[in-house]
C-alpha cells in the first residue's frame, strides 16, 4: 500500500500544486483582487448590473491567476458584495452571481485539476490542457453575464460609477503587475517555479500588501493544503490500482454500451454521472476515480483525450457550487452574508445557462480543441 501511495506522488509535475497553491495564496494576501475588481469595472463599464459583471469578470482574471474557485469566490465576493449592497443591490443577487462564476478559475489555467488529469490520464501534455480550458472557461462566464443582464434589467440596477481617463490610465497601471502574472504564469506553466515567487515579489514590493512576518502563516496554509491534495493523490492510486485489478472500468463500460451504441447518448449519460458525483466528492478524487472508467469509454467512440478532460473537469467544476459538499458555494454564501436557501433559486437560472454550455462543450470538440490544435498540441 505504502507503496502505491509514493508511487502514485513522485511525479515530478506534481511539484507545480504547491506553488499554484502558494501563489493563489499569496495573491489573496497580496492586494491583487483589488486592482483585478478595478480593471474588470473599466471594462463592464455602464451596462446594467454592471457590479455584478464587474465581479464575473474579476473571477475569470483571478481564476486565471489563482486556480482556486474558492479563492475567488471569497477574495472578490468580500470585496465587491460590500460595494454592491452600498448601491443597492439585494446580497442573494451578488451573492449568486460571484458564486456562479467562481468556478471559471479551475477551467481558465493554471488549474491544480488538470495538472491532476493529466496524470490520471497517461500523462496528456498539461500546456495542451491549460490550452484547452480558455475558450470553455470564457464560455460559461459569458453565459453567466447574460444571466446577471437578465436579473438586473428586471430588478433595474443601474450602474453609477464610472472612471475618468486619467483614472482609467490609472486601474490600467495599477493592474498591470497582476495581469503580466497571467502571462507569466502561462509562459512559465512548464517550470511551474516562478508563478509563487512573482506573486510574492509583486505582493512584497509593488503593492506593499505582504508584510515579512505574514510569510509563515502564508506558508503554513500552502502546505496544508498541498498536503491534503497529494495525499489524496497517494491514495487514489492505491484505488486505481484496485480498479484496474477488479476491472470495473469494463464492467462500467459494458454496462453503457448495453444501454445504447450512440456516441451522443453514451456523452449524455456520462455527463450526467459526473454532474451527479460532482455534488457529493471534491475535485481530485472524483477525477482520480472515475478518469480510468469514463476515458476508454470515450476514447473508443472517438473523444480526443484533452476534449475528455476538459468536459469532465467542466463537469465537476459544476459540482464546486451545487450542495450538498459545493464548497464555492459554501464560501460564497458565507462571504455574501446570504442563505443556501436564499441564493439557490437565483442559482437555478445560472445552472440552465452552465448547462447548456457545457453540452456546447461535450459535442463540439473544436471549442477545447482549436486553441490547443492552433498552439501545435493537438494534431
Known amino acids: 500500500g505504502a507503496q502505491r501511495i509514493f508511487s502514485g506522488i513522485s511525479v515530478f509535475s506534481l511539484l507545480a500544486i504547491p506553488f499554484f497553491i502558494l501563489a493563489g495564496n499569496i495573491m489573496n494576501r497580496g492586494g491583487i483582487a483589488i486592482r483585478l475588481i478595478n480593471l474588470a469595472k473599466l471594462v463592464t463599464g455602464r451596462i446594467p448590473g454592471a457590479l455584478a459583471h464587474t465581479n464575473a469578470v474579476a473571477n475569470m482574471l483571478f481564476g486565471a491567476i489563482s486556480g482556486s474557485g474558492t479563492a475567488a469566490a471569497s477574495a472578490m465576493g468580500s470585496i465587491i458584495g460590500p460595494i454592491e449592497a452600498e448601491e443597492g443591490y439585494d446580497a442573494e443577487f451578488s451573492a449568486a452571481a460571484n458564486i456562479a462564476t467562481a468556478p471559471t478559475g479551475l477551467l481558465i489555467p493554471p488549474s491544480n485539476v488538470m495538472i491532476t488529469f493529466s496524470l490520471v490520464s497517461g500523462g496528456t501534455s498539461v500546456a495542451a490542457l491549460f490550452m484547452a480550458g480558455y475558450i470553455p472557461g470564457i464560455l460559461w462566464g459569458l453565459a453567466c453575464m447574460i444571466v446577471i443582464y437578465i436579473f438586473a434589467m428586471k430588478k433595474g440596477y443601474k450602474s453609477t460609477s464610472s472612471f475618468k481617463g486619467k483614472e482609467k490610465l490609472m486601474v490600467i497601471w495599477q493592474a498591470l503587475p497582476s495581469l503580466l502574472m497571467i502571462v507569466i504564469v502561462i509562459g512559465g506553466i512548464i517550470g511551474g517555479i516562478f508563478t509563487a515567487t512573482y506573486a510574492l515579489l509583486v505582493g512584497i514590493f509593488?503593492?506593499?500588501?505582504?508584510?515579512?512576518?505574514?510569510?509563515?502563516?502564508?506558508?503554513?496554509?500552502?502546505?496544508?493544503?498541498?498536503?491534503?491534495?497529494?495525499?489524496?493523490?497517494?491514495?487514489?492510486?492505491?484505488?486505481?490500482?484496485?480498479?484496474?485489478?477488479?476491472?470495473?472500468?469494463?464492467?462500467?463500460?459494458?454496462?453503457?454500451?448495453?444501454?445504447?451504441?450512440?456516441?451522443?447518448?453514451?456523452?449524455?449519460?456520462?455527463?450526467?454521472?459526473?454532474?451527479?458525483?460532482?455534488?457529493?466528492?471534491?475535485?481530485?478524487?472524483?477525477?482520480?476515480?472515475?478518469?480510468?472508467?469514463?476515458?476508454?469509454?470515450?476514447?473508443?467512440?472517438?473523444?480526443?483525450?484533452?476534449?475528455?478532460?476538459?468536459?469532465?473537469?467542466?463537469?465537476?467544476?459544476?459540482?464546486?457550487?451545487?450542495?450538498?459538499?459545493?464548497?464555492?458555494?459554501?464560501?460564497?454564501?458565507?462571504?455574501?452574508?446570504?442563505?443556501?436557501?436564499?441564493?439557490?433559486?437565483?442559482?437555478?437560472?445560472?445552472?440552465?445557462?452552465?448547462?447548456?454550455?457545457?453540452?456546447?462543450?461535450?459535442?463540439?470538440?473544436?471549442?477545447?480543441?482549436?486553441?490547443?490544435?492552433?498552439?501545435?498540441?493537438?494534431?
Open 206 to 379: 509593488f503593492y506593499k500588501t505582504i508584510k515579512f512576518k505574514d510569510l509563515p502563516e502564508i506558508f503554513l496554509a500552502s502546505a496544508e493544503m498541498t498536503g491534503i491534495i497529494v495525499f489524496l493523490i497517494g491514495v487514489s492510486s492505491i484505488m486505481s490500482w484496485v480498479m484496474a485489478f477488479t476491472d470495473i472500468p469494463t464492467l462500467v463500460s459494458n454496462a453503457l454500451l448495453g444501454i445504447s451504441n450512440n456516441k451522443y447518448v453514451i456523452f449524455f449519460i456520462i455527463n450526467i454521472i459526473l454532474l451527479i458525483v460532482g455534488t457529493f466528492m471534491d475535485m481530485t478524487p472524483a477525477t482520480l476515480i472515475f478518469t480510468p472508467i469514463f476515458l476508454p469509454i470515450c476514447q473508443q467512440l472517438g473523444m480526443n483525450v484533452i476534449h475528455f478532460g476538459i468536459m469532465m473537469i467542466f463537469n465537476l467544476c459544476i459540482g464546486t457550487i451545487t450542495p450538498p459538499v459545493g464548497t464555492t458555494l459554501f464560501v460564497g454564501v458565507k462571504v455574501g452574508g446570504t442563505t443556501i436557501e436564499k441564493v439557490i433559486k437565483p442559482l437555478l437560472w445560472y445552472f440552465a445557462a452552465i448547462f447548456a454550455v457545457l453540452m456546447l462543450v461535450t459535442y463540439v470538440p473544436q471549442i477545447s480543441l482549436w486553441l490547443p490544435g492552433v498552439m501545435g498540441y493537438v494534431k
